[in-house]
């Protein structure tokens, strides 16, 4: 059983991986002119397993425009080894998307891949706001930090996350008080039947 010591020690080492990777496409740079920038997700929060980082950009106006200057600037980098971009507005109604224009940036750092997920898109198509509103991970006990990153870190590992359990899945769980890998898979039962 893995240890909060060493599943700290991961997630310390991802997140300063993550922000060497940010720091070196100068993602940030690029981003800011397309609106309201917010890291989110397991970087943002300090609860990373995997090599992925994740923003939201809020405008009134999103538009795939800048992004193809941004994708075609970042593909001509050293290490990049994929781009894709998708209009997630045109996308039918019951996709399971975040309607968004997207851009999807995968460099490899390490000889890893990275994926770096970049959402343009209005404010209030931002998922689950009731639940998952920005800022809502700073009323984390350091209890709960503590249970999410152990129970994520175990998926992980077991190849169980993020296809069987997502992050929000954890999330909520452990809000409800979930704080073992057979709670979770209750919780989640329960919620599907």
């Given at each position: 059983m893995i240890s909060i010591e060493e599943a700290n020690a991961r997630q310390?080492?991802?997140?300063?991986?993550?922000?060497?990777?940010?720091?070196?496409?100068?993602?940030e740079?690029?981003?800011?002119?397309?609106?309201?920038?917010?890291?989110?997700?397991?970087?943002?929060?300090?609860l990373m397993v995997r090599p992925d980082i994740d923003?939201?950009?809020?405008?009134?106006?999103?538009?795939?425009?800048?992004?193809?200057k941004i994708a075609?600037?970042?593909?001509?980098?050293?290490?990049?080894?994929?781009?894709?971009?998708?209009n997630q507005y045109a996308w039918p109604q019951n996709a399971s998307v975040t309607k968004s224009m997207y851009l999807g940036?995968?460099?490899?750092?390490?000889n890893n891949f990275w994926q770096i997920d970049i959402?343009?898109?209005?404010?209030?198509?931002?998922?689950?706001?009731?639940?998952?509103?920005?800022?809502?991970?700073?009323?984390?006990t350091q209890e709960q930090k503590d249970t999410i990153l152990l129970l994520k870190t175990i998926l992980n590992d077991?190849?169980?996350?993020?296809?069987?359990?997502?992050s929000v899945d954890v999330y909520k769980a452990v809000l409800h008080g979930v704080s073992s890998i057979e709670q979770l898979e209750?919780?989640?039962?329960?919620?599907?039947?």
């Open positions: 310390a080492n991802l997140q300063d991986t993550a922000q060497d990777i940010l720091d070196y496409y100068h993602i740079e690029l981003i800011v002119p397309l609106g309201e920038v917010h890291k989110v997700g397991s970087f943002q929060y300090g923003f939201q950009v809020y405008t009134p106006n999103p538009s795939i425009e800048p992004l193809l075609n600037n970042v593909m001509l980098s050293d290490g990049v080894g994929k781009v894709s971009l998708h940036i995968k460099p490899v750092w390490n959402h343009v898109m209005k404010p209030e198509d931002h998922v689950d706001q009731d639940n998952f509103y920005l800022g809502w991970e700073k009323e984390l077991n190849g169980r996350y993020p296809d069987e359990f997502s209750q919780f989640t039962n329960s919620k599907t039947n």
